[in-house]
């Protein structure tokens, strides 16, 4: 074996019964090791039609663990565990390479082994095929057997080749659901934990909030301001403002709780953007443009949505021409789009995928601050509703956001 190969080997040693349990394999099992239902009735499969091409009544799949043989395929036998030691396979599958052997009582690597000799079994006819994965490991074998001595020809022994090459597929779609299944239950912890947080943060939000608003109400009702009239109409609007965040907190820690959840209702869009606009202070400078459209969405979510939309581009006006916004949206049978429109810097398109990412701002000359966590919010708020947020230019410059809503149930 060249230095090179005996590397690999060693690796593959040291970690292979970890390496093993990525794919959903835990050699600690007292029984052979299972895959998923899918992948056992497919191995299944491919094992017994692995022994009809060859013309041999035996064939299993093996996974050879640091001291073990387990069997997670068969036919013509039982599924079995043993040694390591007791194994053919074991002694042959580092190699990387077919091995055929017609008589295996004339093959000196196996005379002595209990399944040549009859202690365990009588194998005379022998040949098995590494199972080797794209990253270089091999977890075992395909291999067929018969107790009368033979040979393959070369069309059958191409056909090994690709029927173990399918099996790597097979064991890879379990490694696949074995991460998406770790990676779901830490996706579960972690929201259990951004419950936690949004109920501390919502708590020590509320209280200074509903300070601010019993102080407001306290003002409204002194006679000087009553007959203050723009003092009262300012008092009104922080009042409402007030009401609308507070309302805010209460749904980021509904959502919170539920993990995500959402409830969707038919919305008007106009409704929400006008609510937006007020507070964000451009309801009455001009400013926005507004085309009505049922949405299909949760009401809270919407409002988000385009909040962080509306901010984004008063954020990045062009400093030589006056911001304008149009939001917009079209609704039929498949659900609805909503447009959100501006005249601002734009978004070049090399990096519309890029700003959609959490925390990636453009960082250009004259930009107001932010987090760089609008759009993705925005992308996050029409993936969880089973849409999806594009990013294109205005025609005359300026970025339109894209978002689709699917219709409900």
């Not at 073990?68 to 395929?73: C, E, F, L, P, Y």
């Amino acid at each position: 074996m060249t230095g090179a190969q005996g590397q690999l080997a060693f690796t593959d040693e040291a970690g292979r019964d970890t390496t093993l349990r990525e794919y959903g394999l835990d050699p600690s099992l007292d029984s052979p090791l299972l895959p998923n239902a899918a992948v056992a009735g497919a191995l299944q499969n491919l094992v017994r039609l692995a022994t009809e091409l060859c013309g041999v009544p035996f064939g299993v799949v093996n996974i050879i663990s640091a001291d073990s043989q387990h069997q997670i395929g068969a036919w013509g036998v039982d599924r079995r565990i043993c040694s390591r030691e007791d194994s053919m396979c074991a002694k042959v599958f580092h190699s990387r390479e077919r091995t055929v052997v017609p008589d295996a009582r004339q093959d000196e690597r196996f005379t002595d082994n209990p399944f040549v000799t009859g202690d365990i079994g009588a194998v005379r006819f022998y040949a098995s095929i590494p199972l080797e994965t794209e990253s270089g490991f091999v977890p075992g074998t395909l291999c067929v057997f018969s107790e009368e001595p033979r040979d393959l020809t070369p069309d059958q022994l191409r056909i090994l080749d690709v029927l173990a090459k399918q099996v790597v597929e097979l064991l890879e779609l379990q490694h696949r659901t074995t991460q998406l299944d770790r990676a779901y239950a830490e996706l579960k912890e972690s929201n259990a934990k951004l419950a936690s947080f949004a109920g501390r943060v919502s708590h020590d939000l509320r209280i200074p909030l509903t300070t601010i608003l019993g102080y407001v109400e306290l003002v409204e009702d002194d006679p000087l301001i009553q007959s203050a009239g723009s003092a009262a109409k300012y008092l009104e609007r922080i009042g409402a403002s007030g009401q609308r965040m507070l309302a805010m907190l209460e749904d980021v820690l509904s959502y919170s709780r539920v993990g995500g959840g959402i409830h969707p209702a038919y919305t008007r869009l106009s409704d929400v953007a006008w609510d937006v606009a007020r507070d964000l202070g451009i309801d009455h400078r001009g400013i926005l443009e507004m085309e009505d459209a049922a949405v299909y969405a949760d009401p809270g979510q919407l409002r988000t949505m385009l909040q962080n939309l509306l901010s984004n581009a008063m954020n990045y006006r062009r400093p030589d021409r006056d911001l304008r916004i149009r939001v917009s949206g079209v609704s039929n049978y498949h659900g609805a789009t909503v447009f959100v429109a501006d005249n601002g810097k734009g978004i070049a398109p090399d990096d519309r995928a890029k700003v959609l990412e959490p925390l990636v701002r453009l960082r250009r000359p004259g930009d107001g601050a932010g987090t760089g966590l609008g759009l993705a919010t925005c992308s996050s708020i029409a993936k969880a509703h089973g849409g999806e947020l594009t990013l294109s230019e205005t025609p005359g410059g300026g970025t339109t956001v894209i978002v689709s809503f699917p219709a409900g149930s």
